[in-house]
Structures are given as structure tokens and as C-alpha cells.
């Protein structure tokens, strides 16, 4: 197998990369990544040298940047690469259409010039929009829904994949997550932020009443869903994954607090979200059935050993946190292109 993985530098992105080179022996992994601000080569230092790993940098919007990195074939195509944070698509969403938009459907279009190119397209719950609170969990049937700009670049994506499985009979798998955590996920999304927060004894911003829930899923339970995807998924299909752990924000910083042992006094109410979805929830019963997945971690051991991770691993969050980490990412990037 040989494959294509976009935006392996991101959070969720770096740890499938680590899991397919660890549970499969025999494959070699092409990352693609425009290194944005996201993008942290730090995130995979570890398999660097792996003979079974490469890196190109390149666009995803891009067809000579996603040709070149496909130059030597592909079997399969995972697509993580896009803008995903809510906040920077309100403030403006113009990168998010490019990306999103334009990037996975760049990719879907080489794939089917390929042939024989499967792609998964890694896509969200939050195309669904938002729940009320006796609402039953999204399912893949649930209406389209987005109410943020992050979210319609990536339903509008979803749909542009589909319409190529169906068009062109081109090979694509459509999986949607709900909220991850784990280790090196960039510290602007909830856990990480508080858990960095926290130890640096900065202020915790709970967005309005912090009473919005969402469904938390471990990053490596999410990882092995991606793989059963690729492996086993039916062409043309949706898979919802989840962990049913929905919790109260609230809750959740509290317990990161607790864990921490830093004082319940740096939780401080501010200026609400626009449009704050206040509820997600999926059921994952679709890929339980189909793909033989289970998601492994309950939150509550999750997060502990997420909150250990950062507690140890201060080298990887400071330096982002004080944007140093790009002055490691140039140097990093001109000794391989010098
Ligand atoms: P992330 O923001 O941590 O990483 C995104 C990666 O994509 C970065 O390495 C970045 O450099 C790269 N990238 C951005 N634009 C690119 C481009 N034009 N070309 C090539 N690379 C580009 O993201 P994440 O949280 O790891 O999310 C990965 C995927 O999973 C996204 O598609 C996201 O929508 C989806 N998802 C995320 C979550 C979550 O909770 N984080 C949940 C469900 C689905
Ligand atoms: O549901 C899957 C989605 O989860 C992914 O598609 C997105 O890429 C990912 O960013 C995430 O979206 P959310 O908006 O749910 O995640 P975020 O971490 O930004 O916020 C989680 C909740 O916490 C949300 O209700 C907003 C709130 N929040 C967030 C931040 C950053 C705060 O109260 N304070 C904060 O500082």
C-alpha cells in the first residue's frame, strides 16, 4: 500500500501517520502539508527518518503540487489537510473556501485521474449543525446543517467528494468526528488551551454560560477508524465516528482544573461565539456494525493521560505557544531544501 496522507502535520493527521507506520509494516506514507500555522514538523520528528515516511510540501489546492507528491502512484488517499478552527473562519473565511473547498476537490480530481485511488475524506460533525437537548445524535442520514464558515467549507467538500463517487464512480469514503483530544493538538482548540492554560496559571475563557456540550473522541480511537475506513469501507459510503462521551464545557475545564491543581479562580466567563452550536452528538453505530470499530478510551481515563502528555511535553507546547516553533519549523524546512 502505498499512500497519500494531506495535512500529516496537523494534530490528527500526525498521529495517524505514527499508527499506520506502527500497524502496518508493509506500507509506505506520503505526507502533504503546506506546514501553515498548524502544520508542525515537531509533530512527527519521531518517524523522520522512517525509510517508509517522505514529506513534500505542497498545497492541496494546488493540481501541480498534489501532482508531484502522487508522481510515484498511490493506492490510497487520506485527507486531513484544511483550515479547522471556527474562530479564524469567522474572523475570515476566504482561506477556509480555498482550502476546504478547492483543496479536496483538487484531490478528488486526481484520484480519479488515477484510478484505482481511494480517498478518505476526513470531514466533521458539525455539518450537521446543532442539537437541541433531547435531540437524538446525528446520524448519517441527519440533514446538513452547518452554521459556522468552517462548517460549510466542509459540507460543501463532503458533498463535492460524494458527487465524484457518484459521477465518476471515483473511489471516496466520507467519515465525520466529533470533537478529538489528545496529544499535539494545537493549544487554540478547548483542551488544549485549558490544560496549557492551566499550568501556566493563565485566565480559562469559557465561552457565554459554558453550558454547550460536546462529544469527545480520544485521537487514537479516531485514528483507528480512519484505518478501518480505508481498509474496509464501502465505496461511496458516510461513517460517523464518536465515543458517546458527550459533556457540559463547563465540566470539562473544571475536570482539566482539577487535574491540573490549578485554582478554580482562572475560569473566567467571556464574550460567547457567534452562532455557538450549542450541542453535538453522533452516533457511531454505522461503523461499529460495518467497519468492526470500537472506540477504546472513556473520556474520563482520556483525558487524564492527555492532561499527563502535556504536563510532560512542555518542550513541544511552549515553543508554540510562544511562536517560536516557527522559527524551528524555517530552519527545519531549509536544511531539507538546501
Ligand atoms: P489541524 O488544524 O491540526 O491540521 C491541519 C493540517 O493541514 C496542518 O498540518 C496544515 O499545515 C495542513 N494544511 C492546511 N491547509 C493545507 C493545504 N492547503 N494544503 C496542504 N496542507 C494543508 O487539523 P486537525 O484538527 O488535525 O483536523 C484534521 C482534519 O480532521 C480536518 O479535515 C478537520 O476538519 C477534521 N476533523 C477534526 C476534528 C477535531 O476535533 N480536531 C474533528 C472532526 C474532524
Ligand atoms: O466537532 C468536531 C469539530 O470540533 C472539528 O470539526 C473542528 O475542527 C474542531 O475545532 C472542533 O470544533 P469546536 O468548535 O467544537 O472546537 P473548539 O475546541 O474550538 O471548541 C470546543 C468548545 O469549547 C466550543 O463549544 C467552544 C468552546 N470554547 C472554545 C475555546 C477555544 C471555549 O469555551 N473557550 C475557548 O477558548
Redo the contacts with the bound molecule.
Keep these: 500500500m502505498r499512500l497519500l496522507v494531506t495535512g500529516g502535520m496537523g494534530f490528527i493527521g500526525s498521529n495517524f501517520v505514527r499508527l499506520v507506520l506502527r500497524e502496518r509494516p508493509s506500507w509506505t506514507v506520503i505526507n502533504l502539508d503546506l506546514l501553515t500555522y498548524a502544520g508542525n514538523p515537531a509533530n512527527l520528528a519521531d518517524v523522520e527518518r522512517e525509510p517508509r515516511y517522505s514529506f513534500v510540501r505542497g498545497d492541496i489546492a494546488n493540481a501541480a503540487d498534489v501532482r508531484r507528491a502522487l508522481v510515484a502512484g498511490c493506492d490510497a488517499i487520506v485527507n486531513f489537510a484544511?483550515e479547522?478552527?471556527?474562530?479564524r473562519s469567522i474572523e475570515s473565511s476566504e482561506i477556509f473556501l480555498r482550502t476546504n473547498v478547492v483543496g479536496t476537490t483538487t484531490l478528488v480530481e486526481a484520484a480519479r485521474a488515477l484510478g484505482r485511488c481511494r480517498v478518505v475524506h476526513v470531514?466533521?460533525?458539525?455539518v450537521y449543525g446543532a442539537l437541541g437537548p433531547d435531540d437524538p445524535p446525528f446520524t448519517e442520514t441527519s440533514r446538513f446543517a452547518p452554521t459556522?464558515p468552517?462548517?460549510a467549507t466542509?459540507g460543501a467538500a463532503d458533498l463535492l467528494a460524494l458527487a465524484y463517487a457518484r459521477t465518476f464512480g471515483t473511489d471516496v469514503v466520507v467519515t465525520r468526528?466529533?470533537?478529538?483530544y489528545g496529544p499535539y493538538q494545537f493549544p487554540?482548540?478547548?483542551?488544549p488551551?485549558?490544560i496549557t492554560n492551566a499550568i501556566e496559571g493563565k485566565r480559562?475563557?469559557?465561552?457565554?454560560d459554558?453550558l454547550?456540550?460536546?462529544?469527545w473522541i480520544h485521537v487514537e480511537d479516531h485514528c483507528t477508524g480512519l484505518l478501518a475506513a480505508l481498509e474496509h469501507g464501502r465505496a461511496g459510503q458516510e461513517y460517523n465516528f464518536g465515543a458517546r462521551a458527550e459533556r457540559i464545557?463547563l465540566d470539562?475545564?473544571r475536570r482539566i482544573v482539577g487535574l491540573i491543581g490549578a485554582s478554580p479562580d482562572l475560569v473566567a466567563h467571556?464574550a460567547d461565539?457567534p452562532a455557538?452550536?450549542r450541542r453535538?452528538a453522533v452516533l457511531p453505530d454505522k461503523a461499529e456494525r460495518e467497519l468492526g470499530w470500537r472506540p477504546r478510551r472513556s473520556f474520563d481515563e482520556g483525558l487524564a493521560e492527555t492532561v499527563r502528555w502535556y504536563v510532560g511535553n512542555e518542550r513541544w507546547w511552549r515553543p508554540v505557544k510562544d511562536g517560536s516553533y516557527r522559527d524551528f519549523y524555517r530552519r527545519w524546512y531549509e536544511e531539507r531544501t538546501a
Design positions: 484544511a479547522t478552527h471556527v474562530d470531514s466533521t460533525d458539525e459556522s468552517y462548517a466542509k468526528c466529533s470533537n478529538n487554540e482548540k478547548l483542551v488551551l485549558m480559562l475563557p469559557v465561552y457565554g459554558g454547550q456540550v460536546r462529544d464545557n470539562v475545564v467571556v461565539r455557538h452550536d453535538y
